[in-house]
Protein backbone atom coordinates (compact mmCIF):
# COMPACT_ATOMS: atom_id res chain seq x y z
CA UNK A 1 0.00 0.00 0.00
CA UNK A 2 2.75 2.27 -0.74
CA UNK A 3 2.16 5.84 -1.92
CA UNK A 4 3.42 7.85 -4.67
CA UNK A 5 6.90 8.37 -4.07
CA UNK A 6 8.67 5.13 -5.25
CA UNK A 7 11.36 2.94 -3.44
CA UNK A 8 12.37 5.87 -1.30
CA UNK A 9 9.09 6.94 0.21
CA UNK A 10 8.95 6.57 3.73
CA UNK A 11 6.71 4.00 5.21
CA UNK A 12 3.12 5.01 6.57
CA UNK A 13 2.77 4.92 10.48
CA UNK A 14 1.27 2.03 11.79
CA UNK A 15 -0.71 3.88 14.31
CA UNK A 16 -2.11 6.50 11.19
CA UNK A 17 -3.02 3.78 9.50
CA UNK A 18 -5.88 2.38 11.79
CA UNK A 19 -6.25 5.65 13.65
CA UNK A 20 -7.22 8.17 11.43
CA UNK A 21 -9.70 6.28 10.21
CA UNK A 22 -11.19 5.42 13.46
CA UNK A 23 -10.69 9.24 15.11
CA UNK A 24 -12.58 10.26 12.16
CA UNK A 25 -15.77 8.08 12.31
CA UNK A 26 -16.19 8.99 16.00
CA UNK A 27 -15.35 12.78 15.47
CA UNK A 28 -18.10 12.47 13.32
CA UNK A 29 -20.40 10.96 15.74
CA UNK A 30 -19.68 13.69 17.95
CA UNK A 31 -20.53 16.34 15.88
CA UNK A 32 -23.96 15.55 17.03
CA UNK A 33 -23.28 17.12 20.33
CA UNK A 34 -22.42 21.14 19.56
CA UNK A 35 -24.82 23.31 20.69
CA UNK A 36 -26.58 24.14 17.04
CA UNK A 37 -29.30 25.95 17.14
CA UNK A 38 -31.67 25.04 14.02
CA UNK A 39 -35.11 25.36 13.18
CA UNK A 40 -35.43 21.83 11.58
CA UNK A 41 -32.93 19.53 13.35
CA UNK A 42 -31.59 18.34 9.98
CA UNK A 43 -28.21 17.23 11.06
CA UNK A 44 -27.32 14.64 8.62
CA UNK A 45 -25.34 11.29 10.55
CA UNK A 46 -21.97 12.40 10.16
CA UNK A 47 -20.16 9.39 11.84
CA UNK A 48 -22.32 6.62 9.40
CA UNK A 49 -21.22 8.75 6.57
CA UNK A 50 -18.07 8.77 7.19
CA UNK A 51 -18.08 5.32 8.04
CA UNK A 52 -19.37 3.98 4.79
CA UNK A 53 -17.26 6.82 2.80
CA UNK A 54 -13.98 4.78 4.41
CA UNK A 55 -16.06 1.41 3.81
CA UNK A 56 -16.08 2.25 -0.10
CA UNK A 57 -12.86 4.03 -0.42
CA UNK A 58 -10.70 1.54 1.05
CA UNK A 59 -12.75 -1.74 2.35
CA UNK A 60 -9.42 -3.08 4.02
CA UNK A 61 -9.26 -0.03 6.36
CA UNK A 62 -12.33 -1.26 7.88
CA UNK A 63 -13.26 -4.16 9.30
CA UNK A 64 -16.95 -6.29 8.61
CA UNK A 65 -17.35 -5.89 12.90
CA UNK A 66 -16.13 -2.09 13.03
CA UNK A 67 -19.80 -1.08 13.32
CA UNK A 68 -21.22 -2.81 16.19
CA UNK A 69 -18.26 -0.22 18.21
CA UNK A 70 -19.00 3.04 16.06
CA UNK A 71 -22.88 2.34 16.32
CA UNK A 72 -22.39 1.88 20.19
CA UNK A 73 -20.25 4.89 20.99
CA UNK A 74 -22.56 6.56 18.18
CA UNK A 75 -25.84 6.03 20.33
CA UNK A 76 -23.93 6.94 23.68
CA UNK A 77 -23.46 10.67 22.36
CA UNK A 78 -26.69 10.87 19.91
CA UNK A 79 -29.17 9.84 22.91
CA UNK A 80 -30.40 7.22 20.60
CA UNK A 81 -32.00 4.11 22.03
CA UNK A 82 -29.02 1.98 22.90
CA UNK A 83 -28.30 -0.45 20.63
CA UNK A 84 -30.13 0.97 17.55
CA UNK A 85 -27.07 2.65 15.94
CA UNK A 86 -25.29 -0.59 16.44
CA UNK A 87 -28.15 -2.91 14.76
CA UNK A 88 -29.20 -0.53 12.07
CA UNK A 89 -24.97 0.49 11.31
CA UNK A 90 -24.79 -2.98 11.35
CA UNK A 91 -26.80 -3.98 8.97
CA UNK A 92 -26.41 -1.49 6.31
CA UNK A 93 -23.23 -2.09 6.29
CA UNK A 94 -23.46 -6.16 5.62
CA UNK A 95 -25.85 -4.82 2.91
CA UNK A 96 -23.53 -2.64 1.10
CA UNK A 97 -20.61 -4.96 1.35
CA UNK A 98 -23.05 -7.93 0.24
CA UNK A 99 -24.05 -5.19 -3.07
CA UNK A 100 -20.22 -5.10 -3.24
CA UNK A 101 -19.36 -8.10 -3.72
CA UNK A 102 -21.90 -8.81 -6.57
CA UNK A 103 -20.89 -5.76 -8.31
CA UNK A 104 -18.15 -6.15 -10.86
CA UNK A 105 -16.30 -2.91 -10.93
CA UNK A 106 -17.25 0.25 -8.86
CA UNK A 107 -17.60 4.03 -9.92
CA UNK A 108 -18.24 7.25 -7.58
CA UNK A 109 -22.08 7.03 -8.69
CA UNK A 110 -22.30 3.86 -7.68
CA UNK A 111 -20.88 4.50 -3.89
CA UNK A 112 -22.70 7.44 -3.92
CA UNK A 113 -26.06 5.28 -4.60
CA UNK A 114 -25.13 2.79 -2.23
CA UNK A 115 -24.35 5.00 0.16
CA UNK A 116 -27.60 6.69 -0.18
CA UNK A 117 -29.37 3.68 0.48
CA UNK A 118 -27.61 3.03 3.92
CA UNK A 119 -28.03 6.11 5.20
CA UNK A 120 -31.88 6.33 4.24
CA UNK A 121 -32.31 2.94 5.81
CA UNK A 122 -30.26 4.09 8.51
CA UNK A 123 -32.40 7.32 9.25
CA UNK A 124 -36.10 5.77 8.38
CA UNK A 125 -35.71 2.39 10.56
CA UNK A 126 -33.96 4.73 13.31
CA UNK A 127 -37.03 6.89 13.46
CA UNK A 128 -39.35 3.96 13.80
CA UNK A 129 -37.04 2.32 16.66
CA UNK A 130 -36.73 5.88 18.54
CA UNK A 131 -40.20 7.90 18.39
CA UNK A 132 -43.78 6.36 18.30
CA UNK A 133 -45.65 6.34 14.63
CA UNK A 134 -48.13 9.30 15.83
CA UNK A 135 -45.33 11.92 15.80
CA UNK A 136 -45.50 14.23 13.15
CA UNK A 137 -41.84 13.82 12.12
CA UNK A 138 -42.08 12.92 8.96
CA UNK A 139 -40.78 15.73 6.62
CA UNK A 140 -38.25 16.61 8.81
CA UNK A 141 -37.05 13.05 7.79
CA UNK A 142 -37.46 13.74 4.78
CA UNK A 143 -35.61 16.68 4.59
CA UNK A 144 -32.80 14.68 7.01
CA UNK A 145 -32.25 12.02 4.20
CA UNK A 146 -31.98 14.82 1.65
CA UNK A 147 -29.16 16.74 3.23
CA UNK A 148 -27.15 13.43 4.29
CA UNK A 149 -27.50 12.05 0.53
CA UNK A 150 -26.21 15.20 -0.81
CA UNK A 151 -23.87 16.38 1.80
CA UNK A 152 -21.77 12.47 1.49
CA UNK A 153 -19.44 13.41 -1.59
CA UNK A 154 -18.30 16.25 0.76
CA UNK A 155 -17.96 13.86 3.58
CA UNK A 156 -16.11 10.67 0.68
CA UNK A 157 -13.72 13.64 -0.23
CA UNK A 158 -12.86 14.55 3.48
CA UNK A 159 -11.77 10.91 3.77
CA UNK A 160 -10.15 10.85 0.71
CA UNK A 161 -7.88 13.69 1.73
CA UNK A 162 -7.25 12.03 5.45
CA UNK A 163 -6.39 8.60 3.75
CA UNK A 164 -3.64 10.26 1.33
CA UNK A 165 -2.44 12.01 4.53
CA UNK A 166 -2.64 8.38 6.37
CA UNK A 167 -0.24 7.28 4.04
CA UNK A 168 2.29 10.07 4.07
CA UNK A 169 2.66 10.27 7.87
CA UNK A 170 6.05 8.72 8.81
Known sequence: MRQQGGAFAPEPSPVAMWAIP????????????????????????????????????????????????????????????????????????????LLDRRLVSRDFWQDWVLAAGAIAFCLIAGRLLATPLAAHVDTVLLFQVIAAVLLYPLVARLVASLDTRRGQSA
Open 22 to 97: VASVMIGSLITILPLVATFPVLPPLGLMTLLAWRMLRPETIRIWSPLPFGFFDDLVSGQPLGSAMLLWTLAFLIVD
